[in-house]
């Protein structure tokens, strides 16, 4: 998995292009564990996500209706995938996924991959914000608290996983820095309040920082500002 989900699906349909059998039969032959449908749901990830993200950088309808075919192809709601030996997809819709992949690269809406400093910063992040909300547990409201471990342990999931999610992350990131964040003046003790923003800031800023204002507005334009957590 790369940090371009764009050129992650470009790759996953020229690998099913690529296999011969029926549907269903390409789709085990490609999962790598004895989920039969990894392969499938993996692919799919990377289709939404990259839909989503092209509304960045286009309002284009034709954009949009590529995507939908694929997604239709890829979900084949009126056939037996054991039987189906036909899926394809067309490869001029795959150059034209990575030239999008490209664009919204050159615009600085992806993440860059993490470093080994940063991964360490984050998930040091992480586990103080985790350590403190116990200390906190008495405090907040249990709805509060409850979506805050979430957050947190959504967040050390996908930075502790063997393939990191970098948009994902970033999303989750932001979000549970932003709502620890409103909870610090809780904190009585001042060297403890001190790490505790810090520790937010460090979700927040990894991420954010690299955004410019009018890149970020382009994300919120394009009504998918939850993918950098606003």
């Given at each position: 998995?790369?940090n371009?989900?764009?050129?992650?699906?470009?790759k996953?349909?020229?690998?099913?292009?690529?296999?011969s059998?029926?549907?269903?039969?390409?789709?085990?032959?490609?999962?790598?564990?004895?989920?039969a449908?990894?392969f499938h749901?993996?692919?799919?990830?990377?289709?939404l996500?990259?839909?989503?993200?092209s509304?960045?950088?286009?309002?284009d309808?034709?954009?949009?209706?590529?995507?939908?075919d694929?997604q239709?192809?890829?979900?084949?709601?009126?056939v037996?995938?054991?039987?189906?030996?036909?899926?394809?997809?067309?490869?001029?819709?795959?150059?034209?996924?990575?030239?999008?992949?490209?664009?919204?690269?050159?615009q600085?809406?992806?993440?860059?991959?993490?470093?080994?400093?940063?991964?360490?910063?984050?998930?040091?992040?992480?586990?103080?914000?985790?350590?403190?909300?116990?200390?906190?547990?008495?405090?907040?409201?249990?709805?509060?608290?409850?979506?805050?471990r979430?957050?947190?342990?959504?967040?050390?999931?996908?930075?502790?996983?063997?393939e990191i999610?970098?948009?994902?992350?970033?999303?989750?990131?932001?979000q549970?820095?932003?709502?620890a964040?409103?909870?610090?003046?809780?904190i009585?003790?001042?060297?403890?309040?001190?790490?505790f923003?810090?520790?937010?800031k460090?979700l927040?800023d990894?991420?954010?920082?690299?955004?410019?204002?009018?890149?970020?507005?382009?994300?919120?334009?394009?009504?998918?500002?939850?993918?950098?957590?606003?």
């Amino acid at each position: 998995m790369s940090n371009n989900p764009f050129e992650d699906l470009a790759k996953c349909l020229e690998l099913i292009n690529q296999q011969s059998g029926t549907y269903f039969q390409r789709l085990v032959e490609l999962s790598e564990d004895s989920d039969a449908f990894s392969f499938h749901s993996k692919t799919m990830h990377f289709l939404l996500t990259a839909k989503e993200l092209s509304q960045a950088v286009s309002q284009d309808a034709a954009i949009r209706d590529m995507f939908n075919d694929i997604q239709r192809t890829m979900l084949q709601p009126d056939v037996d995938w054991s039987l189906i030996t036909t899926v394809s997809f067309n490869p001029r819709d795959i150059s034209m996924i990575r030239l999008i992949g490209h664009k919204v690269s050159s615009q600085g809406l992806l993440p860059h991959p993490l470093t080994k400093e940063t991964h360490e910063a984050l998930e040091m992040a992480l586990k103080t914000i985790q350590e403190q909300l116990s200390k906190l547990a008495l405090t907040l409201p249990p709805e509060y608290l409850g979506n805050l471990r979430y957050l947190i342990n959504r967040c050390l999931d996908l930075i502790n996983g063997e393939e990191i999610d970098i948009i994902a992350l970033r999303s989750v990131c932001t979000q549970a820095g932003t709502a620890a964040y409103a909870f610090h003046s809780l904190i009585t003790d001042e060297e403890e309040q001190s790490t505790f923003h810090n520790a937010c800031k460090t979700l927040i800023d990894t991420w954010i920082a690299p955004l410019t204002t009018n890149i970020a507005g382009n994300l919120a334009s394009g009504g998918i500002g939850y993918l950098i957590g606003s």
